[in-house]
């Protein structure tokens, strides 16, 4: 858990690219708490965010949704992310994005 923790730390200093990293060494699928999982798949899909990468936020927030709804629901990360990969993430995304934003009760 310490591991997975790291990337929220790293994304909390702006570290988007060492936060990256951790999670690329981080097995979420043995985490026994779905909770947990979300948490962490969004945590991950921030610090694609913060590198303008659309397409891996996008990806990690569905995973995150398909995690734990419930979670996800309260991420205030997601909340802020998703409507802004809905006006700007590009076609690649649009779809997907407006179907996140159709989970969080917002209009689209």
Request: zero cysteines; aromatic letters at 6%.
């Amino acid at each position: 858990m310490v591991d997975a923790y790291m990337i929220t730390i790293h994304a909390d200093l702006m570290h988007s690219g060492y936060a990256i990293q951790q999670a690329a060494r981080v097995d979420l699928d043995k985490m026994p708490s779905a909770t947990r999982r979300s948490f962490h798949a969004s945590e991950t899909a921030r610090a694609h965010h913060m590198r303008d990468e659309p397409l891996a936020t996008v990806t990690l927030l569905s995973k995150a949704n398909r995690e734990s709804p419930d979670t996800f629901g309260f991420s205030r990360f997601a909340r802020s992310a998703v409507p802004d990969l809905v006006e700007g993430g590009g076609a690649t995304v649009r779809a997907d994005a407006e179907q996140l934003a159709s989970v969080l009760g917002f209009e689209v």
